[in-house]
């Protein structure tokens, strides 16, 4: 079955930077739609940033021009580069990939805090 692998979360001080990366397993990235979504303590979980097949993407409000969703191919990973952090960014993030056929499939999650 299809799994997702997060890493590359951590405390990181505010206005630092860090690349949570998604390895995939049984797919792949490059056909399939992927996401990386985000739940902070109290609050339900939402995107952060999309990235389709055909390499449209879409950030939260709250991110433009902050985050950045890339794929690699080769290794077969959907990376967020994320930069200057805020506390707000804290939460687990999680990966997510839609294929052309079959059912989402979602990461265990990586948590990131931002301290101030």
């Known amino acids: 079955q299809v799994q997702l692998v997060e890493s590359g979360g951590g405390l990181v001080q505010a206005g630092g930077s860090l690349r949570l990366s998604c390895e995939a397993f049984r797919t792949f990235v490059v056909l399939n739609d992927m996401g990386w979504y985000r739940q902070a303590p109290g609050k339900q979980r939402e995107l952060v940033a999309g990235?389709?097949?055909?390499?449209?993407?879409n950030y939260a409000e709250s991110v433009k021009g902050r985050f950045t969703i890339s794929r690699d191919n080769v290794k077969n990973t959907v990376y967020l580069q994320m930069n200057n952090l805020k506390p707000e960014d804290t939460g687990v993030y999680y990966c997510k990939t839609r294929p052309p056929y079959g059912s989402d499939s979602w990461g265990k999650g990586t948590l990131v805090t931002v301290s101030s």
């Open positions: 990235l389709t097949s055909g390499d449209h993407t």
